[in-house]
């Protein structure tokens, strides 16, 4: 059984507002059994895990962690996944300070996946997801504890370990990743896209404004606070 499952059983039932022993009675099977799948100590048959998504109106590829979607379809698709920055009304309600750092990231982050692209180079393009990926879940998660009442078994790395640094030392590894297929590709092809300020401001019109921005903002901010 998918690891994921006895995590997702949990939430679930959480999330539906019930008791492990209302949750075990309308699914059929004792509580002590229900504590064994959701505490990972069992594994369930099939026929338990179609009346799981039936209660929880789940799909079984959600409930298996094998998809973010509820209903088993996966957004994962370049064709159908959802692009903020194509947004007709690609604003952030409130705040004009959010939207304005929003743009000046997604028009960042557009620039360097064209050029990593462009470059072809897979394992470079992966690390670079990866590293970024990685800053966006410590900032959703620092943000969604912040309260201080949230269950974090959402998440499906320990809260001691997070608080830790487990996901800056794998941020460090994913920039060396990074920069050794950049390497690599230097060796094998010795070639890169041109980063020079006219082929840039040609190819990125208002984009490479946003990351000209970033650039010089976060290099005075680090100046400033290691002056």
């Keep these: 059984m998918n690891p994921d499952f006895s995590r997702s059983l949990s939430l679930l039932r959480q ?5 492990q ?10 509580q002590a059994l229900l504590s064994h ?3 990972g100590i069992r594994e369930p048959g099939l026929a338990f895990v179609v009346k799981a998504c039936d209660y929880y109106n789940v ?21 159908t996944l959802p692009d903020a920055s194509q947004d007709r009304d690609n ?11 929003k743009k000046l990231l997604v028009n960042s982050v557009s620039v360097l996946f064209d050029l990593l692209g462009k470059l072809g180079k897979r394992d470079a393009i992966k690390a670079a997801s990866d590293y970024l990926g990685l800053a966006i879940y ?23 370990k997070f608080l830790l640094g487990a996901p800056d030392a794998e941020m460090t590894f994913c920039k060396l ?8 590709h230097g060796k094998e092809k010795g070639t890169f896209p041109d980063l020079g300020n006219e082929a840039l401001t040609r190819n990125y019109p208002g984009q490479y404004q946003s990351l000209l921005q970033i ?4 290099g005075d901010r680090i100046g400033k606070r290691n002056g």
């Design 15 to 19: 999330e539906k507002g019930v008791s």
């Design 21 to 30: 022993r209302s949750a075990a009675k309308d699914l059929g099977i004792s």
């Design 37 to 39: 799948y959701e505490n």
């Design 59 to 79: 799909s079984a590829d959600f409930i298996l962690g094998r998809s973010l979607s509820r209903d088993g379809t996966t957004i994962f698709d370049v064709d």
């Design 91 to 101: 604003v952030l309600h409130g705040s004009v300070m959010a939207t304005l750092s």
């Design 138 to 160: 410590q900032l959703f998660r620092h943000l969604y504890r912040a309260e201080g009442t949230r269950n974090e078994e959402f998440f499906a790395l320990p809260s001691g």
């Design 177 to 184: 990743d990074y920069v050794e297929a950049l390497e690599e």
């Design 215 to 218: 650039i010089h903002t976060t």
